[in-house]
Protein backbone atom coordinates (compact mmCIF):
# COMPACT_ATOMS: atom_id res chain seq x y z
CA UNK A 1 0.00 0.00 0.00
CA UNK A 2 0.91 3.22 -0.91
CA UNK A 3 0.92 5.80 2.45
CA UNK A 4 -0.01 9.93 1.74
CA UNK A 5 1.35 11.78 4.47
CA UNK A 6 0.59 15.23 4.59
CA UNK A 7 1.23 18.49 6.33
CA UNK A 8 0.83 20.01 8.40
CA UNK A 9 -2.24 18.44 9.75
CA UNK A 10 -3.54 22.12 10.86
CA UNK A 11 -3.02 25.46 9.11
CA UNK A 12 -3.68 28.67 10.56
CA UNK A 13 -4.29 31.63 8.19
CA UNK A 14 -5.97 35.11 7.64
CA UNK A 15 -8.07 35.79 4.60
CA UNK A 16 -5.33 36.90 2.14
CA UNK A 17 -3.06 34.89 2.88
CA UNK A 18 -0.77 32.57 0.47
CA UNK A 19 -0.76 29.04 1.99
CA UNK A 20 0.68 25.90 1.08
CA UNK A 21 -0.32 21.62 2.19
CA UNK A 22 1.94 19.63 0.97
CA UNK A 23 1.41 15.69 0.69
CA UNK A 24 4.49 12.96 0.48
CA UNK A 25 3.30 9.78 -1.01
CA UNK A 26 5.51 6.77 0.23
CA UNK A 27 6.15 5.38 -3.54
CA UNK A 28 6.85 7.05 -6.72
CA UNK A 29 3.24 7.56 -8.11
CA UNK A 30 4.24 10.34 -11.01
CA UNK A 31 1.25 13.02 -11.55
CA UNK A 32 -1.40 10.48 -10.35
CA UNK A 33 -2.53 13.03 -7.41
CA UNK A 34 -6.11 14.53 -6.65
CA UNK A 35 -6.58 17.36 -3.89
CA UNK A 36 -10.33 17.66 -2.52
CA UNK A 37 -11.68 20.76 -0.39
CA UNK A 38 -14.18 19.19 1.96
CA UNK A 39 -16.61 21.36 4.48
CA UNK A 40 -18.10 20.09 7.23
CA UNK A 41 -21.17 18.28 6.60
CA UNK A 42 -20.33 17.80 3.16
CA UNK A 43 -19.17 15.92 0.67
CA UNK A 44 -15.51 16.29 -0.70
CA UNK A 45 -15.43 18.22 -3.82
CA UNK A 46 -12.53 17.68 -6.38
CA UNK A 47 -10.02 20.77 -6.78
CA UNK A 48 -6.96 19.13 -9.04
CA UNK A 49 -6.15 16.46 -10.03
CA UNK A 50 -3.20 14.47 -12.36
CA UNK A 51 -1.07 17.17 -9.68
CA UNK A 52 -1.63 20.13 -11.27
CA UNK A 53 -4.66 20.12 -13.62
CA UNK A 54 -7.33 22.80 -11.85
CA UNK A 55 -11.22 21.28 -12.00
CA UNK A 56 -13.99 23.12 -14.38
CA UNK A 57 -15.13 25.86 -11.87
CA UNK A 58 -12.88 25.75 -9.66
CA UNK A 59 -11.42 29.46 -8.80
CA UNK A 60 -7.72 29.76 -10.34
CA UNK A 61 -6.21 30.62 -6.80
CA UNK A 62 -5.92 27.25 -6.18
CA UNK A 63 -3.14 25.84 -7.87
CA UNK A 64 -1.05 21.93 -7.41
CA UNK A 65 2.13 21.08 -8.11
CA UNK A 66 4.63 18.07 -8.08
CA UNK A 67 5.62 14.61 -9.31
CA UNK A 68 6.63 11.19 -7.88
CA UNK A 69 6.84 11.54 -4.05
CA UNK A 70 6.18 15.29 -3.17
CA UNK A 71 3.35 17.41 -4.21
CA UNK A 72 1.26 20.66 -2.93
CA UNK A 73 -2.01 22.89 -3.06
CA UNK A 74 -1.22 26.35 -2.96
CA UNK A 75 -4.11 28.98 -2.33
CA UNK A 76 -2.98 31.81 -3.92
CA UNK A 77 -5.04 34.41 -1.43
CA UNK A 78 -7.91 33.19 0.77
CA UNK A 79 -11.11 33.55 1.01
CA UNK A 80 -13.57 33.26 3.74
CA UNK A 81 -14.77 29.99 1.97
CA UNK A 82 -11.78 28.71 1.60
CA UNK A 83 -11.58 27.88 5.19
CA UNK A 84 -12.09 23.86 4.85
CA UNK A 85 -10.39 20.50 5.35
CA UNK A 86 -8.07 19.57 2.41
CA UNK A 87 -7.37 15.88 1.61
CA UNK A 88 -5.23 14.54 -0.99
CA UNK A 89 -5.53 11.39 -2.72
CA UNK A 90 -2.73 9.08 -5.11
CA UNK A 91 -4.50 7.03 -7.99
CA UNK A 92 -2.22 4.10 -7.57
CA UNK A 93 -4.49 2.24 -5.17
CA UNK A 94 -6.34 5.48 -4.03
CA UNK A 95 -5.05 6.61 -0.45
CA UNK A 96 -5.64 9.33 0.89
CA UNK A 97 -3.96 11.86 3.01
CA UNK A 98 -4.86 12.07 6.79
CA UNK A 99 -6.32 15.65 5.77
CA UNK A 100 -5.20 19.25 6.47
CA UNK A 101 -7.95 21.26 8.52
CA UNK A 102 -7.50 25.49 7.11
CA UNK A 103 -8.96 27.48 9.72
CA UNK A 104 -8.59 30.77 10.34
CA UNK A 105 -6.59 32.70 12.51
CA UNK B 1 -24.97 17.62 -14.31
CA UNK B 2 -24.32 13.93 -13.26
CA UNK B 3 -25.46 13.54 -9.56
CA UNK B 4 -25.32 10.82 -7.26
CA UNK B 5 -27.38 9.71 -4.09
CA UNK B 6 -26.79 7.30 -1.50
CA UNK B 7 -29.63 5.08 0.04
CA UNK B 8 -29.90 2.48 2.66
CA UNK B 9 -30.95 1.19 6.01
CA UNK B 10 -29.43 3.94 9.37
CA UNK B 11 -28.53 1.43 11.40
CA UNK B 12 -26.95 -1.75 11.21
CA UNK B 13 -26.57 -4.52 13.78
CA UNK B 14 -23.17 -5.99 14.74
CA UNK B 15 -22.03 -9.14 12.98
CA UNK B 16 -24.72 -8.34 9.88
CA UNK B 17 -24.69 -6.62 6.49
CA UNK B 18 -24.12 -3.23 5.45
CA UNK B 19 -26.14 -2.79 2.20
CA UNK B 20 -26.09 0.99 0.12
CA UNK B 21 -27.33 1.17 -2.97
CA UNK B 22 -26.24 4.70 -5.41
CA UNK B 23 -28.45 5.92 -7.68
CA UNK B 24 -26.52 8.11 -10.71
CA UNK B 25 -28.50 10.19 -12.83
CA UNK B 26 -28.05 13.09 -15.13
CA UNK B 27 -24.88 11.09 -17.18
CA UNK B 28 -24.55 7.66 -18.19
CA UNK B 29 -23.47 4.81 -15.82
CA UNK B 30 -21.95 2.63 -18.86
CA UNK B 31 -19.03 5.03 -19.26
CA UNK B 32 -16.88 5.23 -15.54
CA UNK B 33 -15.81 3.26 -12.69
CA UNK B 34 -17.55 4.28 -9.64
CA UNK B 35 -16.02 4.48 -6.57
CA UNK B 36 -16.96 3.76 -2.77
CA UNK B 37 -15.58 5.89 0.22
CA UNK B 38 -16.16 6.63 3.75
CA UNK B 39 -15.49 8.63 6.54
CA UNK B 40 -15.88 7.69 10.16
CA UNK B 41 -17.28 10.60 12.68
CA UNK B 42 -14.71 13.72 13.18
CA UNK B 43 -12.21 11.26 11.31
CA UNK B 44 -10.37 10.87 7.32
CA UNK B 45 -11.19 9.42 4.00
CA UNK B 46 -11.30 5.80 3.53
CA UNK B 47 -11.41 4.21 -0.06
CA UNK B 48 -13.60 1.19 -0.17
CA UNK B 49 -13.35 0.01 -3.76
CA UNK B 50 -14.48 0.68 -7.41
CA UNK B 51 -16.93 -1.26 -9.82
CA UNK B 52 -16.74 -0.78 -13.69
CA UNK B 53 -20.28 -1.30 -15.42
CA UNK B 54 -18.83 -4.49 -16.94
CA UNK B 55 -18.59 -5.35 -13.34
CA UNK B 56 -14.89 -5.27 -13.00
CA UNK B 57 -13.96 -4.51 -9.64
CA UNK B 58 -10.91 -3.27 -7.05
CA UNK B 59 -10.74 -3.33 -3.28
CA UNK B 60 -8.87 -2.01 -0.54
CA UNK B 61 -6.99 -4.41 0.64
CA UNK B 62 -7.81 -4.21 4.04
CA UNK B 63 -11.24 -4.44 3.46
CA UNK B 64 -11.16 -6.78 0.63
CA UNK B 65 -12.54 -10.01 2.40
CA UNK B 66 -15.58 -8.42 3.47
CA UNK B 67 -16.91 -6.34 0.66
CA UNK B 68 -18.45 -6.47 -2.39
CA UNK B 69 -18.86 -4.23 -5.25
CA UNK B 70 -21.85 -4.73 -8.00
CA UNK B 71 -23.43 -2.59 -10.93
CA UNK B 72 -26.78 -2.65 -12.14
CA UNK B 73 -27.13 -0.72 -15.26
CA UNK B 74 -30.74 -1.31 -15.78
CA UNK B 75 -31.54 0.71 -13.13
CA UNK B 76 -28.65 2.95 -13.03
CA UNK B 77 -27.02 2.39 -10.14
CA UNK B 78 -24.46 0.32 -8.32
CA UNK B 79 -24.16 -0.95 -4.97
CA UNK B 80 -22.24 -1.45 -1.97
CA UNK B 81 -22.03 -4.94 0.76
CA UNK B 82 -20.22 -4.92 3.73
CA UNK B 83 -20.54 -8.30 5.77
CA UNK B 84 -19.75 -8.79 9.78
CA UNK B 85 -20.24 -5.05 10.38
CA UNK B 86 -18.69 -3.64 13.66
CA UNK B 87 -18.66 -0.30 15.46
CA UNK B 88 -15.59 0.64 14.17
CA UNK B 89 -17.66 0.32 10.42
CA UNK B 90 -19.76 3.13 11.70
CA UNK B 91 -18.83 5.90 9.07
CA UNK B 92 -20.93 8.35 6.13
CA UNK B 93 -20.83 6.19 3.29
CA UNK B 94 -20.21 8.03 0.29
CA UNK B 95 -20.60 6.91 -3.57
CA UNK B 96 -18.79 8.97 -6.74
CA UNK B 97 -17.88 8.82 -9.98
CA UNK B 98 -14.62 7.64 -10.67
CA UNK B 99 -12.82 8.89 -13.86
CA UNK B 100 -9.13 7.40 -13.59
CA UNK B 101 -7.99 10.51 -12.25
CA UNK B 102 -9.87 11.11 -9.54
CA UNK B 103 -13.20 11.30 -7.80
CA UNK B 104 -15.69 13.89 -9.53
CA UNK B 105 -18.90 13.75 -8.99
CA UNK B 106 -19.96 12.82 -4.91
CA UNK B 107 -23.52 11.65 -3.72
CA UNK B 108 -24.04 13.78 -0.66
CA UNK B 109 -22.96 10.74 1.66
CA UNK B 110 -25.08 8.49 3.77
CA UNK B 111 -24.12 8.02 7.68
CA UNK B 112 -24.67 4.45 8.64
CA UNK B 113 -24.10 3.74 12.27
CA UNK B 114 -23.79 -0.30 13.65
CA UNK B 115 -25.06 -0.60 17.06
CA UNK B 116 -27.29 -3.59 18.65
Known amino acids: DIQMTQSPSTLSASVGDRVTITCRASQRISTWLAWYQQKPGQAPKLLIY???TLESGVPSRFSGSGSGTEFSLTVSSLLPDDFATYYC???????FGQGTKLEIK | QVQLQESGPGLVKPSQTLSLVCTVSGGPIRSHYWSWIRQPPGKGLEWIGNVFYRGNTNYNPSLKSRVTLSVDTSRDHFSLKLSSVTASDTAVYYC??????????WGPGILVAVSS
Open chain 1, 50 to 52: KAS
Open chain 1, 89 to 95: QEYNSYS
Open chain 2, 96 to 105: ARDTGDALDY
